[in-house]
């Protein structure tokens, strides 16, 4: 019996998938089908969320990252690819520098902040938190209907209103259900995502057009390693895997087609372009 939960499927080069704060594996559900024809896909619980149970401890970043590398140690899993959203990106990269990986994709990756995380992040997280906790009956009945799904849901997805009811309810349930929430949200709020060391893989950074959750002091790509790659998300949110899944699948797998030019200690790809 291994630590986490997970879902695995497909076959091929191992691909592990790292969900944000208040989700579960079941995030990934829009884009696991076109990415198991390709990888060996892992979609992960981290601690605290979906049916895996909270650390013991802090659960930092980098004590998320530890279990996720336990995990990986249990299946046997060595060099995979990794992608990771909003807390899983932050997660992913500190995976990547305790572990070699084939190739690190992050999608709207907390973290990326000066100093704390702003106000405005922790209030509107604490803000959904709490309508999903005290109120998930009437806000599942409302994401019945397209209108409500773009008034719950809007923040954090491009396009709310393309998102099935039973999809919405599922984040809904998923949201306001996590043991960890509180406890991973109060371990991040005085840490930043600062990894500035060569990983020894390549890294590639995007950031939803439609991303209303991140404030523009929160996208410092110059806290990654040098020679990060910047991608396009056009029209998606913070969460984007069921805005586009075919740009979020395009956006892995050319991530993931780097690790095969690019040699590991083989120094900077090229410099940050920025413009968030």
Do not use: K
């Not at 907390?110 to 309508?131: Q, V």
């Not at 995502?193 to 110059?222: F, Q, S």
């Amino acid at each position: 019996m291994t630590s986490l939960a997970y879902r695995r499927s497909g076959s091929g080069e191992p691909l592990v998938l790292l969900h944000p704060l208040g989700s579960s594996r079941q995030a990934w559900d829009p884009v696991a089908p076109a990415l198991a024809r390709h990888f060996d896909v892992i979609a992960v619980d981290m601690p605290g969320f979906g049916e895996s149970a909270p650390l013991p401890g802090e659960p930092s970043p980098a004590a998320l990252a530890a279990a996720v590398a336990g995990l990986l140690d249990e299946l046997g899993v060595t060099t995979p690819h990794l992608a990771g959203n909003s807390l899983g990106g932050w997660v992913a990269m500190e995976l990547a520098r305790r572990r070699q990986m084939a190739s690190v994709t992050l999608m709207s990756p907390a973290g990326l902040w000066r100093g704390s995380t702003p106000y405005y992040c922790r209030i509107s997280l604490r803000a959904t938190r709490w309508l999903a906790r005290r109120a998930t009956g009437p806000v599942c009945w409302l994401v019945r209907f397209r209108p409500g799904r773009v008034l719950v849901l809007g923040q954090t997805h491009g396009r709310p209103g393309r998102l099935s009811a039973g999809y919405a309810q599922a984040a809904v349930r998923a949201f306001g259900s996590c043991p960890g929430f509180g406890a991973v949200l109060r371990a991040t709020l005085h840490r930043r995502l600062l990894v500035t060391e060569p990983v020894g893989a390549p890294v590639t950074v995007a950031i939803g057009g439609r991303d209303r959750l991140l404030p523009r002091r929160a996208r410092n790509i110059d806290q990654l390693p040098p020679g990060t790659h910047t991608g396009d998300l056009p029209g998606c949110g913070h969460v984007p895997m069921s805005d586009d899944p075919g740009a979020v699948t395009a956006l892995i797998m050319r991530s993931a087609a780097r690790a095969v030019t690019t040699a590991p200690g083989a120094g900077p790809a090229g410099d940050h372009q920025r413009g968030w």
